[in-house]
């Protein structure tokens, strides 16, 4: 697939997304690395565009310059939104929030804590960045360690062999200290999200170092 092809099918689904308004979004390719350029209306809205242009096959990476502008409404102050955070995160039911720290400067929202699980980590992010007037955030949050958990690899290794979305024979897997690394080749953006996904499931894991090359 050469770069106008790539390029034509990204723009094709960025106005087929409904979640993305592409009038003020610009995109540019070269040998598989995309470049995002323009402005959204969200933080929201940026991440969608991300995530529809992964869709796509033959993206091998992706530069996102997308700004966040607002529209033209009155600007919350950084504690209003730091607050507005807080609650949200108080109400969610995955999230335990007394273990989690939120900073706000100019609309960035940083979180910092430990909790358990990786799934919980992600859990405050994705409800944090629903909040209008977010920027852009910055995930800091640590998971807890499990000193008890021995086998990370072969937990990780046999989640892979189970899935009908990986190719496991082409990933190779290292773990230590409860640090993974992912290297080896995915067929896709799906496929890969799948094999990263699998290795923060496993029990003890607080770290996955991506090496993953999307062919």
Do not use: C
């Not at 003020?24 to 350029?37: F, R």
């Not at 496929?191 to 290795?199: K, P």
């Amino acid at each position: 697939m050469d770069d106008l092809e790539l390029k034509q099918l990204i723009l094709d689904e960025l106005e087929f997304e409904p979640s993305v308004d592409p009038a003020h979004i610009g995109v540019a390719a070269d040998k598989g690395v995309v470049t995002l350029s323009g402005h959204v209306k969200s933080y929201a809205e940026k991440l969608a565009v991300q995530d529809a242009v992964q869709r796509i096959y033959g993206v091998r990476a992706i530069a996102d310059e997308i700004e966040v502008r607002f529209a033209a409404s009155p600007k919350m102050a950084d504690d209003e939104i730091a607050s507005r955070a807080a609650d949200i995160l108080r109400w969610h039911a995955l999230v335990p929030d007394e273990k989690i720290k939120i900073t706000v400067r100019h609309g960035y929202v940083k979180l910092t804590g430990m909790v358990d699980w990786q799934f919980q980590k992600a859990a405050a992010e994705e409800a944090v960045r629903k909040l209008s007037h977010v920027a852009g955030i910055s995930n800091y949050i640590e998971i807890e360690p499990r000193p008890n958990v021995t086998d990370i690899k072969r937990m990780i290794e046999n989640a892979l062999r189970r899935s009908a979305e990986t190719e496991a024979r082409n990933i190779r897997v290292s773990v230590s200290e409860g640090s993974v690394t992912l290297e080896g080749r995915v067929d896709n953006w799906s496929e890969r999200n799948a094999v990263i996904s699998a290795a923060w499931a496993a029990p003890g894991v607080n770290q996955v170092d991506d090496r993953l090359m999307v062919m």
